[in-house]
Structure formats: C-alpha cells, structure tokens
C-alpha cells in the first residue's frame, strides 16, 4: 500500500514514519522546500526522541521519502492523510480550517483511481463533510470516501503512542474505506488493539471530547491542590488516594502551573465555540479554559512570595520554559506567563532549559539563556522549577545551596518531596502539598 502524507509537522511526520516502520510506502509531503531538505539530510524539524533513528532506518529501506510534489505523491497513492496544521483562528478561537481547505482542494487535483482522504488534523465536527464538498466540486469525476482518524500523540512519547495505542478511531460509513483503513492498520489488529468504527461525525468528536476530558481532569485537580495548601492537605496523596478508585483512573492528575502545549489550550476553545454555535453550550469546559488561564497568569505570585513578597532587583532561576518535558514546543507554554510577569514585576531571569532555548529566545528576549541548571541558580535570589525535565529530578543540593543566595525554591511540579527538601535545609513550596 502506499500514502501520502500531506504535512510534515509534528503529526504528520510522526504518523507518517510510524506506517513506514508498519510496512506502507509512505511520501511525506510539505510545501516548505526548506524542511523538505532538512528531512533529506535527515535533520529533524522538531526534537521528538527516537524520531531521527526511525526516519533515516525507513528511508534507508525505501519505505519513506519526502517531497514537495503532492501531485505525484497524490497521484500513486491508495490514500492520502492530511495532516497540516489547525490553530486557533486570531480573535474568535475557531480552529482555522483554510490550510485543511486549501490541502483538500490541491489533493484533488491530483486524484487517480479511487482513494481515501483522511483527515488526521484536529478538525471541529463537519469538516470532513466540508472536505467531500471541496473535492467533489473540484473533481466531480473523483473516486474517494473521506474519513476522520484522530491522533492521541502526545509529544514527548509520540512515537509509543502510534506503535502501542490505547485505540484507534476512524470514522466513516464507507465499507471500500474501512477495509483500506484496516489494511493500514493491519500491525494494530495483530496486537489486538481496540478499533473503534464510528459515524466520521462522531469521530471528529471524539478527539475534541477526549482532549476536553483531559484538561478537565487537570484543572480538576489543580483546584484541588489549591484546596489542599488552605486546608493542610497533601494533593499527591489525594491523587492516589483518587486515582486509585479504577472508575478515575491515576493518569493525568499531577497539579501544577496549569495545561499548555499545542492542544489542550487550542482545542478546549474550539470545542466551546463549536459548541456555542448549535446552541449547547459547555459550561463546565468554558469554566476549564477560564480557570487554566487564571493560573497561568498567577503562578508568578507564588514565586514573588517565596522572594519575600518582592522581586523587585532580584535574580530568579528559572529550571524548564517548554510546557512539558522532551519536547521542544513553547506553544501556550506557563512559561509564557511567569517569566514576563517575574520580569514585569523587576526581576532579572536566568533561564535554562534542555532543549527549548532556541524557541524560547524568538519569545522571551529579555532574559539570560544558560548553558546548564546550574549556571542559572548561580548568585539567583530564588529557583523556580517550571519543566521536570528528568535533569532537574536529581539536582545535587549541596551545590544548589552554595551558588543560591537564599536556599530559596518553589516546585511548580512537585518533582520533590517538601519533607526531605526542608531536612536539606531549603524554603521550599510545592503545589497542594499542604
Ligand atoms: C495531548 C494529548 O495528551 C494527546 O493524547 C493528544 O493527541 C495531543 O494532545 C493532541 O491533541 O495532539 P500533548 O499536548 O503532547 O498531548 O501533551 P500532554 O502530555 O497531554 O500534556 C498537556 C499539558 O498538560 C502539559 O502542559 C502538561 O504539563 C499538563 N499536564 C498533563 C498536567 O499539568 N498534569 C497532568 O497530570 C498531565
């Protein structure tokens, strides 16, 4: 079998290696030659762990190649995935659909022999109903179904996730697409991973609903925490204690600074404004989105705090900038909000983080980029830990305490325990650890 892939960003290049390491001849497909190059060289456009390895090994077996030609791609393909990006439109939070628009139409163009469309972007219900209209009126002789089959990557494990899901949604009531879905999916079936056949509606749905859910369960327990540091409650253990209850579930209950990355934020709005427009609303994820930007914008305060209640002239360490570990993604990032609020209120900011600082320097230019955590406490008032990137879990204390002025930090991830942090002699504030 082969596909195109058109959209070499973090979905579709992911997606599109994983089905050549599954046996498909896959041609990843972007208009911007310069990626197209880099890819070539086996240059990876984002850091993804792993990701280089598997390219270049399914280049090297013929399997996967690139191109800026979509014709040709197009044109040989059994089915072709559109995988380019959906963002949040300025001003009114709609995913903006004219990339997926302009994609359908192009593809269409190029059409042989009967095919299957499949979108893979995040796209708001009835888009897959927009792109049959689209490709219709382009190519009335055409042959296709388009389908709807959502990503659950999360960056940082992307690659486990497409090798090893928890399932697979594909939406559509066409059985000449189910069968090609089910081809290309073949090495799923053989690990008995649960397929889910659904309306391509329902689909599109599913992914917006399980993203929602997600963001809920987070804001859930970062009220929580909130709770638990007024009452004198230890929200690891009311995590546990929750979490263990299998109708909950452990995953995604860790507090912190609040979601970010380049979905939870952008599809919890458009799921509200989709909502909005068929007149049923939802209230519950409209309080999420208000309540997760709230505490962005605060978690400065808790850092001013542990200054003193001033850090004004003062130096703050800060250990992490990308929304979450082993990425290098900034998008909607918490760092966004407490670096230039710790700069507003007058602090001078040392910042280091593993893999994040070219990204962060285009967004945050007014800081000092360090070459490693501890450069960046030395001679600082205080330390903010704002990533747990897996180098800052084992910081070596005694070397900690000797380049801070003050034995100052404040855990916005809760990678320590605050028991042994204050038997080390430090002033140390988590979150809910009441
Ligand atoms: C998320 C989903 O987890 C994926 O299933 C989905 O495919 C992807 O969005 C997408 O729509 O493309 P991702 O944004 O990579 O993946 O990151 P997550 O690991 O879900 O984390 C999102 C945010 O929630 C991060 O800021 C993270 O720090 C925060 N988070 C996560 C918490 O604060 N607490 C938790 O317990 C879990």
Not at 34 to 44: G, Y
Not at 145 to 151: I, Q, R, W
Not at 370 to 385: I, K, N
Request: glycine share 8%; proline share 4%.
């Amino acid at each position: 079998m082969r596909i195109a892939m058109i959209g070499t960003g973090y979905v579709g290049l992911v997606s599109g290696t994983c089905f050549s390491e599954f046996g498909i001849h896959v041609t990843g497909v972007d208009k911007d030659a310069r990626k197209i190059d880099l890819l070539h060289q086996n240059v990876m456009p984002i850091y993804e762990p792993g990701l280089d390895e598997l390219v270049a090994a399914n280049v090297k077996s013929g399997r996967l190649e690139f191109t800026t030609d979509l014709k040709a791609a197009v044109k040989s393909a059994d089915a072709v995935f559109i995988a380019v990006g959906t963002p949040s439109r300025r001003g009114d939070g709609h995913a903006d659909l004219s990339y997926v628009y302009a994609a359908a139409e192009e593809i269409a163009q190029s059409l042989e022999g009967y095919t299957v469309i499949v979108t893979k972007s995040t796209v708001p219900v009835g888009t897959g109903d927009e792109v049959e209209k689209i490709i219709r009126k382009t190519r009335p002789d055409a042959d296709f179904d388009v389908v709807s089959n959502p990503e659950f990557l999360r960056e940082g494990s992307a690659i486990n996730d497409f090798m090893r899901p928890d399932r697979v949604v594909i939406g559509t009531e066409s059985e000449r697409a189910r069968a090609v879905m089910k081809q290309l999916y073949r090495v799923l079936y053989l690990i008995e991973t649960p397929i889910v056949f659904t309306s391509r509606r329902t689909s599109e749905l599913i992914k917006y609903a399980g993203n929602t859910f997600l963001a809920t369960k987070i804001t859930f327990i970062n009220e929580i925490a909130d709770l638990c540091e007024k009452v004198g409650a230890d929200v690891h253990d009311v995590a546990k204690g929750i979490g263990l209850d299998g109708r909950i579930g452990k995953k995604f209950l860790h507090a912190g600074p609040g979601y970010g990355g380049s979905c939870f934020p952008k599809d919890t709005l458009a799921l509200v404004r989709t909502a909005r427009d068929y007149q049923a609303p939802l209230r519950i994820v409209e309080t999420v989105v208000a309540v997760n930007d709230e505490r962005k914008k605060r978690m400065a305060e808790r850092i001013v705090a542990a200054a003193g209640g001033s850090v004004k002239g003062k130096t703050v360490a800060v250990l992490g900038l990308t929304f979450k570990p082993n990425t290098d993604d900034m998008r909607d990032s918490p760092s966004l909000d407490i670096v230039p609020a710790l700069t507003a209120a007058g602090a001078v900011v040392k910042a280091f983080d593993p893999e994040g600082m070219d990204e962060a320097r285009k967004l945050l230019p007014d800081i000092t980029y360090c070459e490693d955590a501890y450069q960046a406490m030395d001679g600082a008032d205080v330390l903010a830990l704002v990533t747990e990137w897996n180098v800052f879990r084992a910081l070596d204390f005694d070397r900690v305490k000797s380049l801070l002025k003050a034995p100052v930090i404040v855990d916005l991830r809760n990678v320590y325990e605050p028991a042994m942090m204050e038997e080390a002699g430090f002033t140390y504030t988590g979150i809910g650890r009441g």
